[in-house]
């Protein structure tokens, strides 16, 4: 066959008897549901997603329900999930819909495009999906495909590889049944032509793609050229109450923004000047906590919990950005994972382990 002519036919035949047909979110053209899908899938397994959207739903089950939503509610039912700009993008999104769109969800891709948080390949995955619009995704699982079916070389991340990739995903198309065709693109890079062990035994694929005929599917697509990782240090303090800790309400925008999290020792102070100088305590039954490591996207953060008891009265912070948080309400709260990591191990810090 002409992989290019055939392509479209070859992957809808494939996806009717070996796609995937029962995730939660595939039985509706709700375009709520599948936005919410499509964002909790950005970067996190499948696995992973199906127990948060279940949750989700059930407390925020329409746009309307969300837009009115606490933006610090909406992140603690993200906690855990990671990538939180993600749900602050949601939640503004939702509101704006509301707002300018009378809380109808916009039905072509360009105009969902325009809302916070949705770039033109997860538009366009809810216009075909809802809407039968006739446009092309690119996500990561369609890229992996198209670049070893067609022997794209190239990191797909550089603007050239992207155009290329995004005209060869509009021209190959087909003229109907394009959500099931889109689905079978991302069915097939989930399930099959995989990152790490694909099992091109198993593709519909395999007589006429590029990569195995040459021998490079392990080379393609191309990786992003390494750099190094930049390592960063942090100190947190960790002042516990009569079964409280003292948390900081994170900024809007930044890393873990909205967020509760530890306070920071600044690197130029001395711990027990801080404490006494911001809360007024005198330092007396103190602990290090073993240091946590977190991976970002971009860097790695060490972060040293310094553990302080305050024993009488509560400490009066007279900042509204700080709170107090009972350590058995952890579950309820939005925190980044590596603060609840600490948080959990205050009974035992000996779950916590060295990097």
Known sequence: ???HADFAECLLAWHADHGRHDLPWQATRDP????LSEIMLQQTRVETVIPYFARF????????????AARAEVLALWSGLGYYARARNLHRAAQL??????????????DIAELPGIGRSTAAAIAAFCFAERVPILDGNVKRVLCRAFGV???????????RLWALAEDLLPETHVGDYIQAQMDLGATVCTRGRPDC??????????????????????????KAIPQRHTRVAVIEHAGHVLMQRRPPSGIWGGLLALPELPDEAGADDWLQQHFGITAGRRAALATVRHVFTHFRLDIEPLHVVVDGAPLKTGEP????????????????????????ALSAPDRINPP
Do not use: N
């Open 1 to 3: 066959m002409s992989l």
């Open 32 to 35: 709520y549901r599948v936005w």
């Open 57 to 68: 739903l059930e407390r925020f089950p329409d746009i309307a329900t969300l837009a009115a």
């Open 97 to 110: 819909i509301v707002e300018t769109h009378d809380g109808r969800f916009p039905q072509r891709a360009i």
């Open 153 to 163: 070389e190239g990191f797909p991340g550089d603007a050239a590889v992207e155009r």
């Open 201 to 226: 035994s198993r593709c519909p694929l395999a007589g006429d793609c590029v990569a195995l005929a040459t021998g490079r599917v392990a080379q393609l697509p191309q990786p992003r050229p390494k």
């Open 321 to 344: 950005e700080m709170e107090w948080l009972a350590l058995d309400a952890l579950d309820a709260a939005g925190l980044p994972a590596p603060v609840r990591r600490i948080l959990d």
